[in-house]
């Protein structure tokens, strides 16, 4: 079992930055992948940024060049760093761990981009 903690969501002006958290506690194996996904409303959830423990990173095209993943394995903990925000940012964001694919999610927090 692994539990997911996030924080650092927030309401932000268009252009502005926001850094999201996701702390993990439980079974390092099922980490081996953390990420994020987010759900705006009326819309399917969708993968923003992925990295496994080994460093290796994948993006969503919408974000590419604003948003960064990084992570520190020794307090297995993921980091978001979201820069040059626009409305369209605007959701729930979801952390998520697997050893592939997502199978523990955190609990969700809100990101708004709005004048």
């Known amino acids: 079992q692994v539990q997911l903690v996030e924080s650092g969501g927030g309401l932000v002006q268009p252009g502005g930055s926001l850094r999201l958290s996701c702390a993990a506690s439980g079974s390092i194996f099922s980490t081996a992948v953390m990420g994020w996904y987010r759900q705006a409303p009326g819309k399917q959830r969708e993968l923003v940024a992925a990295?496994?423990?080994?460093?290796?990173?994948n993006y969503a095209d919408s974000v590419k060049d604003r948003f960064t993943i990084s992570r520190d394995n020794a307090k297995n903990t993921v980091y978001l760093q979201m820069n040059s925000l626009k409305p369209e940012d605007t959701a729930v964001y979801y952390c998520y761990a697997g050893t592939v694919l997502p199978q523990y999610w955190g609990q969700g927090t809100q990101v708004t981009v709005s004048s």
């Open positions: 990295i496994t423990r080994g460093g290796s990173i």
